[in-house]
């Protein structure tokens, strides 16, 4: 039990402090009680290395990859498919990435004010396999970068089409490309 000897004193905006209420009270919880959780759990993000706004974007992305039909797959299980996959029907299967990647991108635009952004922290946030995502911007140009010592050359192919997808549906245009194993390299212009 805390004493009021334990207890603090914190200002802030009486706007958000509304917010807080209703959320609150349709939650059936005390404002104290709702409080003290959010800063509980802003702390453990903390702990995992992320802010609390990276950890509610990353929620949101986690929610846009369900709302999407996506779903979790071990890697090897994945790797598995996508190579035989490639061996018995080489034109379908990248195809099918591509179109996945259209229709994940044509949500992002409709979700997210910078879908760019949003695609990035997606990449970053449901494949396990890369170990870098870098995303450059310059006036009309977007440059992809994705590393993976996982990815196998088909499987990094396919990455590179699933991106080639998403970006296109942004209204972008593929001015340069290099998927070598393990590696994508993407330019586009708009």
């Known amino acids: 039990m805390s004493s009021a000897k334990d207890k603090r004193l914190v200002y802030i905006p009486g706007n958000l402090v509304n917010d807080i209420k209703e959320v609150s009270r349709r939650r059936g919880e005390s404002l104290s009680l709702f409080v003290s959780d959010v800063l509980k759990l802003a702390l453990r993000a903390n702990r995992l290395g992320y802010s609390p706004k990276e950890a509610a974007e990353y929620l949101e992305i986690m929610q846009a990859q369900r709302n999407l039909g ?113 590696m994508v390299l993407l330019d586009f212009k708009i």
């Open 70 to 182: 996506g779903a979790f797959v071990p890697l090897d299980v994945l790797t598995y498919l996508n190579d035989n996959d490639c061996k018995t029907n080489e034109d379908m299967l990248p195809e099918k990435w591509y179109e996945s990647g259209i229709w994940h991108g044509k949500y992002l635009k409709e979700k997210f004010e910078d879908p760019v952004c949003a695609f990035k922290k997606f990449l970053k946030a449901t494949r396990w396999d890369l170990s870098e995502v870098e995303v450059k911007r310059t006036q009309n140009n977007v440059k992809f970068r994705c590393i993976s010592n996982l990815l196998t050359g088909a499987a990094t192919e396919l990455l590179a089409r699933f991106i080639e997808g998403a970006m296109h549906s942004f209204g972008y245009s593929t001015q340069k490309r290099d998927a070598l194993k393990g």
